[in-house]
């Protein structure tokens, strides 16, 4: 349980940020600043707590070890590290989502990092008194892009095959706060309600 609410407390900075970027309540420029300050420095915290931690819970469930777990070596970000399951099913299921992002890095980093650098820059020339895009719109764009291709990767990762070696392309502590499983789950409800959202306004238009 310990672990369980640190991991939601460290995970809690990544609404924060996205809180920061999407209604910027300090303004755009002080928003964008802050929420990149968070965004550097978490990456600082997370990473040691996931060492530490690594083969004390599972990295698909979340849930604490006991018993006999099965592990699993995964390499990101240049280095490979131990991590744990609690049984030989929750192995599978982490290392065919694992195959899954690191053959389909490129549609999926595009689909999340592009429409983020847009609404970040969009911004940050709001701030300075030359915008080229409406927030509102900017903020649209980031939401229904970044929500199909969660959502989709939520669901498409199931018919991949596994592929050892395993690699994470992307930050894998933070799918290591709530345990994969758990954050599949986040994705496809926030993901689903900014879709909704994006089609009611486009409807209302």
Not at 1 to 28: E, H, K, S
Not at 132 to 147: D, G, R, S
Not at 162 to 185: K, V
């Amino acid at each position: 349980m310990r672990l369980a609410l640190q991991g939601l407390g460290l995970f809690a900075c990544i609404p924060l940020v996205l809180l920061l970027y999407l209604r910027q309540p300090l303004g755009p420029g002080a928003s964008v600043m802050a929420g990149l300050v968070i965004m550097v420095g978490h990456r600082f915290v997370t990473e040691p707590w996931m060492a530490r931690h690594a083969t004390q819970r599972c990295v698909w469930c979340g849930r604490g070890l006991s018993g006999s777990p099965v592990h699993l070596q995964v390499t990101s970000g240049g280095r490979a590290i131990t991590l744990a399951a609690c049984c030989a099913a929750h192995r599978d299921h982490a290392a065919r989502f694992l195959t899954f992002i690191s053959r389909r890095r490129a549609p999926i980093g595009a689909g999340i990092f592009v429409p983020l650098l847009l609404l970040l820059s969009g911004s940050l020339a709001l701030a300075v008194g030359r915008p080229f895009l409406p927030h509102e719109w900017n903020t649209w764009q980031f939401k229904t892009i970044v929500a199909f291709t969660v959502v989709l990767t939520s669901i498409a990762y199931r018919f991949s095959a596994i592929a050892e070696p395993l690699r994470s392309p992307f930050p894998l502590h933070n799918l290591f706060l709530l345990g994969i499983r758990n954050t599949l789950w986040v994705f496809r409800v926030v993901g689903a309600w900014w879709l909704v959202a994006g089609l009611l306004q486009v409807l209302q238009r």
